[in-house]
């Protein structure tokens, strides 16, 4: 007898791009149950030291999402712990993606999966940084017992955690190059008298 196939429920990804001095990491988000895969390797198998494995989890620690989102890494160039770097990153954009308003995202679907990337547009940054610069109105009053108002959108508040935590920006120390004339990139040879 043939068996039925079951069929697949439409599945959606969230992609970020992270970098850290040569190392690239393309990174895949998805509602899930925490699982990490780095290069198809389990996330304590492919990062040994605790301090790399620290800087993975950072985005998720933050947003409290470790044990809500599958993330699958494919990540090359540079060593350890600048792919660790580039990793954190690419989370941390993904994450963005997932929690910034449906005007922000680029989707793609395909055989019943939707991927979903971070669209800039330089228009809106401009007209961002406009009102930005512009007095803001005045702050919510606060509530009869002294606390602030609630935000309207709890994902705005997300975006906001990643951004204020340094995630979201590209560490820019790179290696300095080999100049002419001298053995490394600032030291020169050594003195010889004879």
């Not at 509602?31 to 996330?43: D, H, M, P, T, Y």
């Amino acid at each position: 007898m043939a068996e039925k196939k079951v069929a697949k429920e439409p599945k959606t990804f969230y992609l970020g791009t992270g970098r850290r001095k040569t190392a690239v990491a393309r990174v895949r988000v998805t509602e899930g149950k925490g699982s990490v895969l780095i290069n198809g390797r389990a996330l304590n198998d492919y990062f040994t030291e605790e301090k790399d494995r620290g800087a993975v989890m950072g985005p998720l620690i933050i947003t409290e999402m470790v044990a809500r989102v599958d993330i699958t890494v494919l990540t090359n160039g540079g060593g350890i712990t600048g792919q660790a770097g580039a990793v954190s990153q690419g989370i941390a954009r993904a994450l963005k993606t997932m929690f910034s308003p449906a005007d922000e995202q680029k989707k793609l679907t395909f055989n019943k999966v939707t991927v979903i990337k971070d669209r800039r547009d330089e228009v809106k940054e401009r007209e961002k940084a406009k009102a930005v610069a512009a007095p803001a109105a005045p702050a919510a009053a606060p509530s009869a017992d002294g606390q602030p108002a609630p935000a309207g959108d709890p994902a705005i508040g997300m975006v906001k955690k990643i951004r204020e935590s340094g995630y979201l920006s590209r560490d820019s120390r790179m290696k300095e190059r080999k100049k002419y004339g001298l053995r490394g990139a600032r030291r020169g040879t050594q003195f010889s008298k004879r």
